[in-house]
């Protein structure tokens, strides 16, 4: 049988801190390599030799990011899953026990019968944005935690603290102005954040979020970006049974920018203050209300950037 006739193979690899164990097709035997440079390079060799049809990893914050990269250089087609995407797959049909090498092959069992799709690795710009925003966002935690830490403080500890957080906010301000430089130096970035800032509520750290963490704002329709930011309220019905309707999921970074820029267009936005109000006289709770109105700001920002055009409120009510 030729390389074009024989049947696809479908790569699982369950990533740790210091190992990558790969099962190449569901029966296989699982080798292991290390999670370092070398490994990961000695790893796509490998599977460049057998051209899998798709290779699947499972998200693990951040420790898949390097076999993640080189993969895709290699321009091997990987998709990256949820964790509890597999985890569900193996329990269905009926995998109990949990090893590295049980994972690898559940993961190549998985890419067989599911076929996510394969990812496109993001550009080294927004690679670069994003790590920005994450990295100020950490910043800005850890100068919340110190302040409070003063309240409370001894009297040994406080110059101490007073020192952290004089560097912190420092910090906090180079972080922002790379940010910004970065923004500004990109045609695609900077009319982008110049559309979601004409919003009144959606302020420039909540813009920059948007534009680093959610790059598929604008090209999604409303229920994928509804989804992907986990807005999106999901039935939970069951014969004559009407449960709750709840939103879950989606990336919880996005969805808390998105938090406060409602809060705030619930002061200086019309529109978005008309909806909360009609929804409250509606009889709604004010948890409910209020995530509706997060979903309705997501998708005015959504359409905004689709179509290229600046806030215009009598369009949006």
Not at 33 to 57: D, F, H, M, R, W
Request: a positive charge; one cysteine or more; glycine letters at 6%.
């Amino acid at each position: 049988m030729t390389r074009a006739e024989s049947p696809a193979l479908y790569v699982g690899i369950d990533v740790s801190k210091d190992t990558l164990d790969v099962a190449v097709g569901e029966d296989s035997e699982i080798w292991t390599v290390p999670n370092t440079a070398q490994g990961v390079a000695e790893c796509v060799t490998q599977l460049q030799a057998v051209e899998p049809a798709l290779i699947v990893l499972e998200s693990t914050g951040g420790l898949e990011r390097r076999a993640l990269e080189e993969l895709c250089a290699a321009e091997l087609s990987v998709a990256l899953v949820n964790p509890s995407r597999p985890k569900a797959f193996a329990a269905a049909w009926g995998q109990q026990a949990k090893t590295d090498a049980l994972d690898a092959r559940n993961l190549a069992r998985f890419a067989a019968a599911i076929r996510p799709e394969p990812m496109v690795l993001p550009s080294e710009a927004q690679q670069r944005l994003t790590a920005l925003v994450a990295r100020r966002r950490q910043v800005l935690q850890m100068k919340v935690q110190e302040q409070n830490r003063v309240h409370t403080a001894r009297k040994g500890q406080r110059a101490s603290l007073e020192r952290h957080l004089a560097w912190l906010t420092a910090h906090l301000e180079e972080l922002e102005t790379q940010i910004t430089t970065l923004i500004a130096t990109d045609p695609l970035y900077q009319s982008q954040a110049a559309l979601l800032t004409t919003v009144p509520g959606v302020g420039t750290i909540t813009a920059h979020t948007l534009i680093a963490e959610l790059p598929e704002l604008g090209q999604c329709n409303r229920k994928e970006i509804a989804a992907l930011v986990g807005v999106a309220p999901y039935n939970h019905d069951s014969g004559n049974k009407r449960g709750h309707r709840a939103i879950r999921g989606g990336r919880v970074s996005v969805r808390c920018a998105l938090y406060m820029a409602t809060l705030s267009g619930l002061r200086f936005n019309p529109v978005i203050r008309a909806f909360y109000e009609r929804l409250l006289a509606a009889g709604k709770l004010k948890k409910v209300a209020l995530v509706a109105c997060m979903h309705k700001l997501l998708l005015i920002l959504n359409a905004m950037l689709k179509t290229g055009t600046t806030w215009q409120p009598a369009g949006t009510a």
